[in-house]
Every structure is written in C-alpha cells, then in structure tokens.
C-alpha cells in the first residue's frame, strides 16, 4: 500500500538510460530553471523601498540608482554564469568551478552557499507569495503558516520530486502566466504615464536628500535589499546536461533570456513606483 502510494505521489524511478528523455528544450527549462530568478521580482523591488522610507522619504529619489545598479550587477552576474555553463558543460555550476581551480574545501563553501541561497529563496518567495494571496483574500488571515507549509510540502516538494521534465510540464504555463502578468501590468502603467497628464515621474520621488555617510549606507543597503530581486540566476548553469543538444549553447542563450526578462520587469516596475510614487503598507 504504502509503495503504491510512493509510486502515485513521486512516479517510478527513472532507469539511467532513461535520462535522454529527461532533456528539456529551451522554452521549457525557462519555467523550470528561472522561475526562482523571475519570481523575485515580486519582493526584490519593494525592498528598496521599504529601505529608503526608513528616512520619512527624504531618500526616495535614490530608488531609480539602487534600481540601475542592480541591474548592471544583473549583467555582470549573467555573463559571469554564462561563461560558467560554457567552462562546465557537465553541470554542477559554481561547485564545479570551484572544485576544479581551488579544491574541495572551497568548492564545498559554494555548494553550502548555494544550499543557503535555495533554501532562503524558496522561504521568501512562498512567504511572500502567501502575502499577496492574503491581501487579496482577508479572510486568509491567521492561516499564513498552513498556507505556506502546504504549498511547501504539498506542491513544490512533490512536483520536485517527480523530476525535472514533469516539474517543468507543471511549472511551464505558471511561469509564462506571471511573466506575461506583470509585462501586462508594467505596460499597462507605462501607456497611462505617457498618455496621462501627470508628470512622467513625481515630483515627491525626486526628493533626495544630501548625500552624507548615512545617506549612502542606507543606500547601499537599499541597493542590497534589491539584489534579492537576482536570486536563482545561478540554476541554469547548474543544469547544463539538462538541455536538449547542443546543451551549452541552448543554456547560455535561456540564460540571456531568462535575465532579459529579469532585468527588464525590475526596470519597468522601477518606472511605476517612482512615477506612481508606490508606498510600502
């Protein structure tokens, strides 16, 4: 009984000449390899500004620099990993790379990194993700926990566990929904502010205060608390093998879209706090 219920939740086990099957072509190991990266977007800019409204918006108008310079580090980021999937075509990303060039010690620092990384990410995106549901549905609240430990156990970790290709069948149309959600909704908000007669960007999100050492540290951790909109950057090239043929290039090019799409949601919704001048709750 118990094996059969095994078998339904988490499928059969994949014999190893099997795994060509497993293969993804790019369209698809997008929704499975980027979704962390892509989902952060939902947190990664109202950081910034739950950051700089600490001063009573004196600093708000740092939002648009925090804003670009992430994305910068998204670019440099991006090449780094790129170049990572083409140095290690047989996966394992920074551990490889580190195992290879400095040793196990440090290889194993990165993988532990890495773990850290995962495990945070999925933490703040099922947290905030449940956020959202609550706002929308009130009467959700005081049942955040159950909400997020059965989303937890009940769907990401058995999907997980059925694979890489059937987690991909189930995560590929979420994916493409969000994405194509806050595209909607970024341009959406860009028509209103090019046709509207608001000015482009409000007046009060171009307060800046002048700059001294509290302002830049507050800055600077602004623009910290921002880079959390990059987690997951570093998946592709952990799956390289993953791919269909040619495995390399198929994962460099989904990295460059992955973070195309990253970079350009990060700048839009930029656009929209600063013209709407969006205020943490």
Not at 50 to 63: C, Q
Not at 103 to 119: C, S, T
Not at 180 to 197: E, S
């Amino acid at each position: 009984m118990i094996g059969h219920i095994h078998r339904f939740l988490i499928g059969r086990p994949l014999r190893s000449e099997e795994a060509a099957g497993e293969r993804l072509p790019k369209w698809k190991a997008l929704s499975i390899f980027s979704s962390d990266a892509l989902s952060s977007i939902g947190y990664g800019p109202e950081q910034i500004v739950v950051t700089l409204v600490y001063s009573g918006l004196l600093v708000y108008g740092y939002f648009g620099y925090a804003s670009l310079a992430v994305v910068a580090l998204l670019a440099i980021v991006t090449l780094s990993y790129a170049q990572v999937a083409r140095a290690n075509p047989g996966g394992g990303g920074s551990y490889s790379i580190a195992m290879q060039n400095l040793g196990e010690r440090w290889a194993l620092i990165a993988a532990a990194a890495l773990f850290a990384d995962y495990v945070l990410t999925v933490a703040v995106s099922i947290s905030s993700g449940t956020q959202a549901l609550v706002s929308a549905f009130p009467e959700l609240i005081g049942k955040e926990i159950t909400i997020d430990l059965v989303i937890l156990f009940g769907i990401l970790m058995l999907v997980n566990l059925r694979g890489i290709r059937e987690s991909s069948n189930v995560f590929v149309w979420p994916t493409y929904f969000f994405i194509g959600g806050i595209l909607l909704m970024i341009g959406t908000g860009v028509y209103h502010a090019l046709t509207g007669t608001a000015p482009l960007i409000a007046e009060q999100s171009l307060v800046r205060q002048q700059a001294d050492w509290a302002v830049v540290i507050l800055a600077l951790r602004a623009f910290a608390n921002g880079c959390s909109s990059m987690t997951g950057v570093e998946a592709i090239s952990n799956g390289v093998p993953m791919f269909h043929k040619p495995e390399v290039s198929n994962a460099i090019k989904t990295t460059y879209l992955m973070s195309s799409l990253l970079g350009i949601m990060i700048l839009g919704i930029s656009f929209l706090f600063m013209h709407y001048h969006l205020l943490p709750l």
